[in-house]
C-alpha cells in the first residue's frame, strides 16, 4: 500500500508519507473507536478512508473519498458498521470513483470466510508476485500492492488461517505494517525489520492496535507496547492473545523519518516522544551549525518543534515570523495585478511587524524540492528581514523512498541535484545547514550510526536500502544514471 | 450584519466574531483579487461567502454556503464574476438554502440603477427601523439588519446617490464597515465611532478596501491607511478618490476585541501589530500575576502570541504541551468504553511526555463558557501536570456585545455568573488571572483608560456600551435582572 | 408568471403552456394534499415547483428545481411545511441556483403579515408597472411579473386585504388565476375574462382549488364548479366561503388550446370532458379533411385522442405506427456512423413490421415550428410507408401568446411564415390539413365562433388578443413588420 | 446476471425482466453508438447502467446507477471511453455505492490482457461454481453470477481466447446472451437453447449485437440476423467474422414472455414483428372469450396493442379510459384526507367522461400478485363503469423464473395460489379470462406447443423449465411444498 500525505502541502514539496491504520477487538463500539483513531492518524492519509467491522457472523465495509470526519463521524456511517472488531485505514488517493477500489481495508470472501486487511507500507515484489498470481488465474480487483496477500493466501495450501498467512508474507519483500481481520479473530503484524511503526494498546477489554500511540490518547487506550518487528500478534474474541516471531531474529530499522516529520509530535515512536526527538533536533541544528541572528521562525507547523529546541539552546527568541492560514485548500484563480507569490502567502504569510529589519534564522523539517523553501526566503526578505539563514532539521534528502512514502521521482529532489552550496544559491539564503546523520541519531537518541547495520532506515538520506527492491531497483539505476549523471558531474 | 467566527472552535466557547468583507475597483481581476482577499478574512466568517462585481453594464452576484475556497476558487466561478469591480463578505450564517438569501453582498435594482453592499457590524435599531420601512410598503428579501439600509437609500427623496446614503446612514445606530458598489463606483464607509475595523489599500491603480491588512498581503496590495471613524471614501471608475465626513467628529472607539483574538496575528490595527499587542499582553499578564512554574504552554493557536510574551517576560520556557489537530470538524460518535474528553482530544491532545511531573502555566486569550477551558485544565492533569495554572490575555468577558459580535446570551457567560475565584473552582485550576483592562489598554499601546470617553469599545469586559441600543436594551436588561440576580448576589 | 412546459418535448417544437396551481384550505395535511395535487399538474410546468404552507403562526416555503416528486415525495420535505392551508406552484424555470427565487408561490412579510401568491397566466403590462413601482422605492427580489401584484397589495391604501388585493389587480392588465394566502384564509380568483383554467373542489371539510379537475381525481376531491371569469372566492379557517365580482360582468374567453393540448386529456374544461373535445376535433377533420388510406397513427401521447376519433369516424382503423419511448431526456451525443434522426428516434420510432407498404394517416395535434413534424414525416417513409398524410387537430399556429404560455418568436412559428401548401411542401407530406376554426368551436361544443367577441380566447390561431398588451405591443407590431414583411410578401 | 425492469411499475405488479445488452466493432464512435443502443433498451433495466470500451491498447470503463441518460449522455462521459469497440449494459441493481460493484460490464486484467463481460441472462448453477472456484484461491469481486464466467476463462487451461471461454461456457447452465470484449476482438454468444434474444446488424463497416432490434433502428444500424442459440460469432479489427456452433444442436426454446412484455412493440422478436403479435394475442383472447361490452380501454401502455387487437376482432371501440401520468417515480406522503387509491391515480387516473355508466373490457398483458388490477378494477367503478370485465394476454404466471426475470417469490404469485374464478373474485371484476396456451402460440405464429419439447420456453406458465436447476430446484420444491400445500388443497 503506497500512500502519502501532503500535511496540507498543496505543492507536494513534502515527502508524502505512508498510511495510518487502526484496529480494535473485542469493543462495545468498535467501529466507532476505530473511526476516531482513524481522525487521530488523519495527517497519516488524507485523500481517503476505510473501515470493516464484524460483528460475529458477518463482515461490513465502508470506504470514502476525503478525510474520516467526511466519512465516519455520522451515527448513520457507524450504524452500518457494526459489531466488536473493527479496523481502519486513512490513505492518499486519486481522485474519483474507481479510486475507491483501492481504498483499505481490502476485504475478500476467501473458502476459509471473510478476511480483511489493512496494510501501511509498500511491498517491493508485488508487481512480479501479482504476474504470478494472474499467470495462475488469479483476478484481482484493484492495483493495490496490498492484494497480492490476499491472493497469495487465498491460494496458500497451509489448513489453518495463520499459517496462510505467514506463507503470504514468506514472500513478500518490503515494508508492512498490516492488522488482519478474520471471522477467527485479528492478527496484526509488521515486517522482520519493523520499517513501518505499529503498536498496541488496551481499553478495558479491547485491545487496539494503531500506527501511533496518539490514536490512543484520542480513543482512551492505554499504550502497552510496539508491536515488535517480525511479530505477528493474534487476538482472539475470548481475549487470548498469542505472539509469534515466524520469521526469526533480523536487527530492527525503524524508519528514522517519522522523528523528523510523520509522526505528530504527540506519538512516541521507537521508545521516544517525537517532540522532545524534533527539539534535540533543533538543539543539535544550533550546536552543529550556530548564526549570529535576532529571531528563530519555524516555517509552520511541522518546523516548531526543532525551533523552539534550537532557540533554546542559542538564545535567540523564538518567534512567529510566518503566519500559517488554517484555511488552505484548493489552488485559486490568480489575479493580474499585484498578487506574487499568491500561493504561498494563502498558506503562510510574514508577520511584517515582527520581522522588518531582522536577521531570521528559519527553521524548517526538511527540503525536498526547494521550490517552496525559495518562496517562504523571498517572502522573508519582502518583508524586510535583512538577513535570511535556512536550517533544516534532517540531512539532505537525497534518495526515494520504496516502503511506502511518496518521494517525487529522484530528479525532483533538490539534494539528489546539488550540493548544499548549489541548494543554498537555489533557495536564496544567506547561509543554509542540514543536521549531520550522526547528530540526527545522536538527537533522537540512538548510539552513533552503525555503519554495517544502521539501527534505523534511513536510506531517503544515504541510499542504503535495508532490503533488496525488486520490482524498482533496476528502473531506478538507470534512471538515476541517465538523469544525474552530469548534474554530480557539474 | 451579525455574524460569526468560530475560528474552528465547535463548541461555541469563543466570541464569535463579525464578518469580513472585501472590496477593490479599477482592477483588471477584481472578483479574482476579492476571492483571495476574503480568503486572507475566511477567520472572520466561514459559514457562507458572496461576491458581487460589475462589469460597467451589468453586476453579477454568487453566493455560496461554506469556505471562500469551496466556492470561488474555480475559473467558472470567477469567469461568472467579470469586471474591474468586485466586493464581497464572509460571514456566519445558518444552513439551508434559505440561509443564502441572507449571504450578502445585498444586492437590488433601484430607480438609480443597481446597488450591492457588503456589512461588517450591527445595527442596533434595525428592528424599528424595518417596522417604519413594512408599514410604508417595502417588501423585505431578508432577515439581515442591512437590508435596512438598501430600503432606506430607495425611499430616500435625495437626488444623488452620496446623498442618499449619507440620508440612510444618519437614521441608523450601531456599528458598521460598509462596502457600497453603484454604476458610478464604490463607497466605502465606518460607522462614526470606528467600531468595526476598514482598512485601505493600493494595488497599481486599483483601490482596495479590507476588513484587516492580511487581506491587502496575500493579494500583494499595499495598505495605505485605515478608513477614519465616521468617513465615506467614494472613489469612481476615473480613480478619482473623495473623502467626505458628514456626520461630523466623533472620538474613536475601535473594537479592542480586535486585538485580543478577532484579528489575524500577522494584520496591523488600530495603528499596531496584532502580534506585538497580544506578546505584550501577555508581558503585562507575566508582570502582573507571575507563577512559579516550569513551562509556560499556549492553549493553541490563539493563546500562542501572549504565551510567547509570557515565556520571555518571566523567563519561563515556552513549550507545545497541548498539540492541535488539523483535522477538526464534525463530531464523532463517541465509543462507550475508554474515551473521555475525546471532543477536546479530538482538537487538542496532552503532549504526554513533556508534561508529565510538571508545573504548567496555561495561557489563553479569553473565557467564555468556560466549558473548555475545564476540559483543558483536567486533560493536563490526567497528562501528569503537577499543577496548572490558567492565564488569561483579557479582562473577564461579561457583557454581551450588539455590534456585529455573537456572544452566547449573556447567561453563559462565566464572568457574568461569577468572580474570579469561583470561576478559578469552576475550571478546576490552580490559580487563576486575567490581564486588568488597564494593563490591556496599556498592551494595545494606548493612554490609559479615559473613564468618561474611552479610547476603544470595551463593553465586553466593562457593560459601558457606547451608542443606545434602541432594539435590544430593553430587553436585555430586563433579562439580566432576572437571570442574574441571585447569582451576583450569592 | 409567464412559463412554460415541453411535456417531454425537447425540440421546443410545442407550445408550451402555462404553470399550474393547486391550493387547500381547512385540511388536516395541506401540504401533503398540494403535493400530491402538483403533481398531477406536472405537465403544466416540469422546471421548477414551489409550496408554501400556514400552520396558523407561520408561513413555511420550500421551493426546488425540477419535478414535484424530486422535491416534495419525502416525508422530510412535507414535515417542513405544516399546517392546514397550502398553496403550490409548477413552472417552466431557467436553470441554476438564481432560478429559485422566481419559483413559486412568492412570499412577503407586509405591514398586514404574510402573504403568499401562486400564479398562472401573464401580466401584460408587468414592465410598466414595475417601473413605477421601482421610481417609488419598491424594492424587487425577482423578474417575475407575479412580484408586481404583491408591490401594489404592499403600497395600496385601502385598509382590508381584500381591498387592497382588488385595489392591485384593477392595475393589472392581461391574464391570471391566482391562489392567495393571507393569516385569514385563501383568496382564489381568476381575470376578467377567465383566459386562465381554475376550478374549486372540496374534500371532506377542505376547500381545495387547481389549475385542472385531474389534481382533484388524484388528491381524491370532489369537482365543485369552475372559478367564474372576474370572479374572487374568499375562504376563511372558520370554513365560510364568500365570493366576490368586484370588476362587473364581462363575456368569458378561455384559452381555446386548452382543450387542443394544455390540459390532461382526463380533465373537464369549460364544461366539457377534454378527452371527448379531442376525439370530436379528430371527428371533424375526418368530416373536414378525409383521406384514402390503410391506417390511422397518431404522434404520441398528444395526437393519440384525435387520432381515435378520425379513425371512428373515417372507419381507417387505428394503429401504433410510431413508438414512444418513455426515456426520453437529455440530448445524445451523436456517434458519426449511422445515425440519422436518431434524436427523434429516441423518442419516437417507427413501428416498421406495421408501417411497410402503407398508406398513413399521421395525427397531431399542432405545428408550431414544423422541424418535428418534418422529421416524424421523413421517419414514415424510411419505414416504408407509401403515402404519408398528416392532419393537425387545430388551426395553423400563427401567433404568439402574451397569457402566459411561451410560444417561439413569432419569426419561428411555421405558420406564421407560411401558408399551408408550402408547408405541407416544408414538413414533406402527401397532403395536409388543418380542421378549420369554425370546426374546432363545434368540436369542443360552442356556438359558432362569434366574430364580434368569441367565445373563447383564440389568439394564437386569430391574432384577436383579447386584452390591450401594453409591454409586448409595440415591440411585436415592429418586429412583426421587420421580419414577416417579405416572407409574406415573396 | 439476473436483473430486472419495473417498467415504470412501482408497485412490483409486473415480472420484472432481464437485462439488455448492446456492443458494437469496428465503429469510429463505439461508445457514442453504445450508450444510444443502450438507451433503446432502457426498459431492460432501469437502475443501472454501465459501458466498457477499447482502443486498441486500453480498455475504459464509466458505471453509473440510474438511467443510460443520466450517466452516458454528456460528451465527457462519452470521452472517458474512447475507442472503435465498446459494449454496454443496462440492470436492475440494489442502490447505494456498494451495488457499482455488480454493474456490468464486468471486467478483469487476466494473463491473455483484458476481458469484458456483458451478459442478459441468468447461470442457474453459479452458486455450485462459485464455491468451487472459491475453494481453489479465486476471489470474487461481485455478487453477480456472471463473474463465475470470468473466472472459469482465467483458470482454464486451453490456449486460445475463443477456447477458454467454450471451455468455461461447458461448465455454465442456464440462459446467457453474452457480449465479450478481449483484445482481439468481440464474441458475441447465446445459450444452447437461446432463451435470452440477441440479434446481429450492420452500420456500415461496424458489427453491431443488440438484445433487441429496437436498438438499431435508433443508432441506423440495418438488422443481420439473431445470433442462433448456441452459437458463438466472434468478429476481429479486420472485420472477419467467423461463427461457431460448439454446443452441437439443440432445439430452440425462445422466453415466450419477451412477445408478452418484455420486448419492445416496435422490435422483431424471433421473427416476427412484437407488435403484431400483441395484437394477435388480443384477437386471439376476444375469440376465446368475448363479452359483451361498450368500451375496450388498455392498461396503459403495455395492454395497449392487445386491446387494438381485441377492438378490431370483435368490433367494440378502442377508448382511453384510463390516463396515464407521464411523472410516475417516487411515492408521495398520503394525506389523511380524500385520497383513496392516490398510489394507482398517480399513474392511471380513470378517464371519468368517458367510462361512467359504460360497461368496460379492461385489457392487461399479463396478472403478477393481481393487487395493482384490483386496484384498477376499483377505479373503473368509483369512475362509474357499470361492469368492468377483465381480459389477460397471457395465461395465468404461475411459476418463478431462473433465467434472468425476476418474479417474485411463487408464493406472491396470484396464479400460483388460486385458479381463474377466485382470482377474478381477488380483483372483484366481473368476468376475468385469459389466453390459452394454445391461442398464445398460435398468436405468436408458432405451430401448436409441442407437448414433448415445447418450441417456446414458457416455464412461468406451465412450470416446464427447459434446463436443469442446480442452485434453486431443490430450495424451490421445498418451499413450494410448503408454502402452497394447503392453498391449493382449500
Known amino acids: 500500500m503506497n500512500c502519502t500525505h501532503p500535511f496540507l502541502d498543496l505543492d507536494g514539496d513534502k515527502l508524502r508519507e505512508e498510511c495510518g491504520v487502526f484496529g480494535v477487538i473485542n469493543a462495545s463500539d468498535a467501529s466507532a473507536a476505530t473511526a476516531l483513531g482513524l481522525h487521530a492518524l488523519q495527517h497519516r492519509g488524507q485523500e481517503a478512508a476505510g473501515i470493516t467491522s464484524f460483528d460475529g457472523t458477518e463482515f461490513y465495509s465502508r470506504r470514502g473519498l476525503g478525510h474520516v470526519a467526511e466519512n465516519f463521524s455520522s451515527s448513520e456511517a457507524i450504524g452500518e458498521l457494526p459489531g466488536f472488531m473493527a479496523a481502519g485505514h486513512v490513505r492518499y488517493s486519486t481522485t474519483g470513483g474507481a479510486g475507491l477500489r483501492n481504498v483499505q481495508p481490502l476485504y475478500a470472501d476467501l473458502a476459509s470466510g471473510g478476511f480483511a486487511v489493512a496494510h501501511n507500507g509498500n511491498i517491493s515484489n508485488a508487481q512480479s508476485l501479482r504476474s504470478d498470481l494472474v499467470r495462475r488465474g488469479a483476478i484481482f480487483q484493484s492495483t493495490s500492492d496490498t492484494e497480492v ?48 511503526p505499529l503498536v498496541m494498546g488496551r481499553m478495558g477489554d479491547a485491545i487496539a492496535f494503531a500506527s501511533e500511540t496518539v490514536a490512543f490518547d484520542v480513543v482512551g487506550a492505554e499504550f502497552t507496547r510496539e508491536v515488535e518487528p517480525g511479530e505477528l500478534i493474534r487476538v482472539t474474541f475470548d481475549g487470548e492473545i498469542e505472539s509469534l516471531h515466524p520469521f526469526g531474529k533480523h536487527q530492527s530499522r525503524p524508519c528514522i523519518f517519522e522523528h523528523v516529520y510523520f509522526s505528530r509530535p504527540d506519538s512516541f515512536f521507537a521508545g521516544r516522544s517525537v517532540y522532545e526527538a524534533r527539539k534535540a533536533i533543533g538543539e543539535q ?206
Open 149 to 196: 496477500i490476499i491472493h497469495l493466501v487465498a491460494t496458500s495450501r497451509y489448513p489453518t488461517m495463520i499459517d496462510r498467512l505467514v506463507d503470504a508474507l514468506r514472500l513478500v519483500e518490503g515494508a508492512y505494517s498490516l492488522i488482519v481481520m478474520t471471522p477467527e479473530g485479528m492478527i496484526a503484524c509488521r515486517d522482520p525489520l519493523g520499517i513501518r
Open 285 to 490: 541544528l544550533a550546536i552543529e551549525s550556530p548564526v549570529d541572528a535576532d529571531l528563530v521562525v519555524p516555517v509552520p507547523d511541522s518546523g516548531v518543534p526543532a525551533a523552539i529546541g534550537f532557540a533554546q539552546q542559542s538564545g535567540v527568541p523564538f518567534e512567529l515570523g510566518i503566519i500559517r492560514s488554517h484555511y488552505v485548500g484548493r489552488t485559486f484563480i490568480q489575479p493580474s495585478d499585484g498578487a506574487r507569490h499568491s500561493g504561498v502567502k494563502r498558506k503562510h504569510n510574514a508577520n511584517r511587524g515582527l520581522v522588518a529589519g531582522k536577521r531570521i534564522v528559519l527553521i524548517d523539517d526538511s527540503i525536498v524540492r526547494g521550490t517552496t523553501s525559495l518562496k517562504i526566503v523571498e517572502m522573508m526578505r519582502e518583508a524586510g528581514a535583512s538577513e535570511v539563514h535556512f536550517r533544516v532539521a534532517s540531512p539532505p534528502t537525497a534518495h526515494s523512498c520504496f516502503y511506502g512514502v511518496d518521494t517525487p521521482e529522484r530528479a525532483k529532489l533538490l539534494a539528489a541535484r546539488m550540493d548544499v552550496e548549489p541548494m543554498r544559491d537555489f533557495i536564496k539564503a544567506d547561509s543554509l545547514a542540514f543536521v549531520s546523520i550522526d547528530g540526527l541519531y545522536r538527537a533522537v537518541g540512538a548510539e552513533p550510526r552503525k555503519k554495517a547495520c544502521p539501527q534505523f532506515c534511513d536510506a531517503c538520506f544515504t541510499g542504503e536500502y535495508p532490503t533488496s527492491l525488486t520490482d524498482h531497483s533496476t528502473v531506478e539505476s538507470q534512471a538515476a544514471q541517465l538523469t544525474f549523471a552530469d548534474h554530480k558531474a557539474a
